[in-house]
T-cell receptor, first 113, second 115 residues
Framework: GDSVTQMEGPVTLSEEAFLTINCTYTATGYPSLFWYVQYPGEGLQLLLKATKADDKGSNKGFEATYRKETTSFHLEKGSVQVSDSAVYFC????????????FGKGTKLSVKP | DAGITQSPRHKVTETGTPVTLRCHQTENHRYMYWYRQDPGHGLRLIHY???????DKGEVSDGYSVSRSKTEDFLLTLESATSSQTSVYFC??????????????FGNGTRLTVT
């Protein structure tokens, strides 16, 4: 079945460092891909999405490109801030009419000043 | 932010007792979902609803039931809570799930501890 694999954390970076969180997927068909962010004590918030191959999603300095040839959707940010400390989830649309998403296990990011 | 309220936010209960979690939305979205979040597992779908009185099972539905008597409310019931159901439960809603590119909007979660 469909699945998402993302790099295990935790990831610890210094402020202004470059961030990459790897995400690969297995899916039949052509799923839409998403990155969600979860701050402590809160629910998940949509960070960005891409709906077809070669699309680039971007938001708040974060970017991810839908690579069909490598079945990947890696999250990147050029200069992280302490406020980016959170758990990041990669997800894909399950297809069909039910609309649910299939999530990776999450990657915890800690940014030190 | 999507208008989603989960209650209670925290709950401690004993093994064998019934527990009901509530999700209330003000967006009038047709689709609603219950997920559980556990370390090392990410989020897993428990049940979902595609309309009033229309529900279906997700990946980890054993031990859970749901009901949706009104568009705005989606209830998750643990008939007889077990320690393995200690988790954080999230409700989500979706506006256009059939399009495949519609994101889910999440509530702030309910932390349930079964002792």
């Amino acid at each position: 079945g469909d699945s998402v694999t993302q790099m295990e954390g935790p990831v610890t970076l210094s402020e202004e460092a470059f961030l990459t969180i790897n995400c690969t997927y297995t899916a039949t068909g052509y799923p839409s891909l998403f990155w969600y962010v979860q701050y402590p004590g809160e629910g998940l918030q949509l960070l960005l999405k891409a709906t077809k191959a070669d699309d680039k999603g971007s938001n708040k300095g974060f970017e991810a490109t839908y690579r069909k040839e490598t079945t990947s959707f890696h999250l990147e940010k050029g200069s992280v801030q302490v406020s980016d400390s959170a758990v990041y989830f990669c997800a894909l649309s399950a297809g069909g009419s039910q609309g649910n998403l299939i999530f990776g296990k999450g990657t915890k990011l800690s940014v030190k000043p | 932010d999507a208008g989603i309220t989960q209650s209670p936010r925290h709950k401690v209960t004993e093994t064998g007792t019934p527990v009901t979690l509530r999700c209330h939305q003000t967006e009038n979205h047709r689709y609603m979902y219950w997920y559980r979040q556990d370390p090392g597992h990410g989020l897993r779908l428990i049940h979902y609803s595609y309309g009033v009185k229309d529900t279906d099972k997700g990946e980890v539905s054993d031990g859970y039931s749901v009901s949706r008597s009104k568009t705005e409310d989606f209830l998750l019931t643990l008939e007889s809570a077990t320690s393995s159901q200690t988790s954080v439960y999230f409700c989500a809603i979706s506006a256009f799930p059939g399009q495949g590119n519609s994101p889910l909007h999440f509530g702030n979660g309910t932390r349930l501890t079964v002792t």
